[in-house]
Nanobody
């Protein structure tokens, strides 16, 4: 059974940092691209970042580029999101998700965790 469990959220002041983790289980973690998606209160989901199976080719939404860094440790089946220079508008529930491909065709995210809440407030 596929499981994704996020952790590391919390309350932080503007300009602060947090590191989110996502532990994967029940599947071959190293064989999948992974993504972070967030949902702010009252808004729809926003894709944040994605990473390839090997950890290369990270991609970021313009809203977080230069402030967030995605990484993974396949030996630990864990995905990370280092968030620096946090802004109030980064407040959201952050989810990790497994990406699916059919060859080079992207099929979407098929499994999601339950999320970890990040609140940026003074």
């Amino acid at each position: 059974q596929v499981q994704l469990v996020e952790s590391g959220g919390g309350l932080v002041q503007p300009g602060g940092s947090l590191r989110l983790s996502c532990a994967g289980a029940g599947f071959t973690f190293s064989g999948y691209y992974m993504s972070w998606v967030r949902q702010a209160p009252g808004k729809g989901p926003e894709w944040v970042s994605a990473i390839s199976t090997s950890g290369g080719s990270p991609r970021y939404a313009d809203s977080v580029k230069g402030r967030f860094t995605i990484s993974r440790d396949n030996a630990k089946n864990t995905l990370y999101l280092q968030m620096n220079s946090l802004k109030i508008e980064d407040t959201a529930l952050y989810y990790c998700a497994r990406d699916r491909f059919d060859g080079s065709d992207y099929l979407g995210m098929d499994y999601w965790g339950k999320g970890t809440l990040v609140t940026v407030s003074s």
